[in-house]
């Protein structure tokens, strides 16, 4: 029966309470600058009194496998050492950083960003398998652009290799441990996935095996590297269930998959596991909500969103799908807690539970405070710390204050449809901005210092 402020330890890393800033984008790049804006996005959080960060997604190789504009790649000792700023900085607030490692695979920019392919005109993308029929479809009417270069069972020990270098060099920098992007239609997930992968070496799926088999092969890969190169940093990952997959997908991981999944990377040697329902697809599945029409009309983005999806046009059928999307994918309070709970009787490894907890009464529920069954023994939260950096102060040392322990986060997205413009992540709702400055005036958000 635990509460938000108990102390939980994940890998043998102690953290001071159960609240956890999920991964986000912070748009910070590799550039002489990228450090600075680490410290001025997170240590905010970490001061705040948030147990763990983890730092957003992260990429392994040198070329290709962003997902989004101004993504950070970690693959350079030499500019992951200079992070050591941003994790000390954390550690002197008393917090814990991880950080996501991901490849974006068949999910890459240059597969749907039309400004990038521009200007990468012989671009390529790491793929699992010969990308599926649906999106060959796509492809052929020009929405996007696969360039697949199906890897060889060589080449994947070699990316497996690469995310264990990433973790040696995170470790060498000081952070405290490493996250995995396995859902969210990254490369994990591809190897995870049936609908992505139809390899026929030890990296898909043999004919009596149970979906994800491949993919767990693959976890087990990049587990062996990171042991190699960085110890015994602890370890988490995300498993997906595609739950959200749209009716013309057969072949899709159920939860029961994932549950079967998260066992056996639990017996592999991940300290975590994070379960979450997702799509196939990158949909508003992955950050569910209101449609974000401030964004979306937004003149200053008008041109950003154009160059991203091939003109005026294309962008404003974007918005209309995104509109359809936001009717199918509304927001629910702690959306992966029954999948969540479910994998926590079955594994003997720290569950985390993210996805549209607002609420320091949910976190509490979630976490058994009530009585009933724990969900898990992290409660996580994303979008709302672009509202506000230091939520934690309000959150944390609330025990049964539901009155003002809310955070002010409204759930409509219109932070997070900028960023395919590279716009970084941050609240453009005024009312929430509007009351986020008067919290501040009153020094309440200083509570955490």
Not at 2 to 28: F, H, K
Not at 228 to 238: F, Q, R, S
């Amino acid at each position: 029966m635990a509460t938000l402020d108990d102390s939980v330890s994940v890998g043998g890393v102690d953290l001071p309470n159960r609240l956890y800033r999920a991964p986000l984008l912070e748009c910070a790049g590799n550039g002489p600058e990228a450090v600075d804006t680490f410290v001025d996005e997170l240590e905010p959080t970490a001061a705040s009194g948030v147990g763990l960060i983890f730092q957003g997604a992260s990429i392994v190789t040198a070329e290709s496998g962003c997902a989004a504009p101004n993504m950070t790649r970690f693959h350079d000792p030499a500019f992951v050492a200079r992070c050591s700023r941003l994790t000390d900085a954390v550690h002197d607030h008393g917090g814990r950083i991880f950080v996501q490692l991901a490849h974006g695979g068949l999910r890459s920019m240059a597969v749907w960003h039309a400004g990038h392919r521009a200007r990468n005109p012989d671009h390529e993308e790491l793929a699992v398998s010969r990308p599926p029929p649906q999106l060959r479809a796509l492809d052929r009417l020009g929405l996007v652009d696969f360039e697949p270069v199906v890897m060889s069972t060589a080449e994947v020990y070699d990316l497996a290799d690469q995310f264990g270098r990433a973790a040696g060099y995170a470790a060498d920098a000081g952070y405290d441990g490493i996250h995995l992007s396995g859902a969210n239609m990254g490369i994990v997930q591809q190897f995870l996935s049936p609908f992505y992968n139809r390899r026929g070496d030890e990296f898909g799926d043999g004919p009596a095996e149970p979906p994800g088999s491949g993919g767990v092969r693959f976890l087990e890969a990049v587990h062996d590297a990171v042991r190699e190169h960085a110890g015994d940093v602890p370890l988490a990952t995300k498993v997906p269930a595609e739950t959200a997959a749209p009716r013309f997908v057969r072949r899709s991981l159920s939860r029961d998959d994932a549950v079967g999944i998260c066992e056996r990377v639990a017996a592999i040697g991940y300290d975590a596991v994070v379960p979450v329902e997702v799509s196939t697809f990158w949909d508003m599945s992955v950050v569910r909500g209101a449609y974000p029409d401030r964004a979306w009309a937004a003149e200053d983005l008008r041109r950003g969103y154009a160059e991203a999806f091939g003109g005026p046009l294309r962008a404003k059928a974007i918005a209309a799908l995104n509109r359809l999307q936001s009717r199918r994918f509304p927001r629910e309070a702690g959306w992966n807690a029954d999948l969540c709970r479910r994998v926590r009787r079955r594994v003997d490894v720290p569950v985390l539970c993210e996805g549209g907890v607002r609420e320091r009464g949910a976190c509490d529920e979630l976490l058994g405070a009530s009585g009933g069954e724990p969900a898990c023994d992290l409660v996580g939260m994303g979008r709302p710390f672009y509202a506000e950096p230091r939520l934690g102060a309000r959150l944390l040392g609330q025990a049964g204050q539901r009155g003002d322990s809310a955070a002010l986060c409204a759930s409509c997205n219109n932070c997070t449809v900028p960023q395919v413009t590279g716009a970084p992540g941050t609240c453009r709702t005024p009312s929430v901005v509007r009351e986020r400055a008067r919290l501040e005036g009153e020094g309440v958000y200083e509570e955490g210092d």
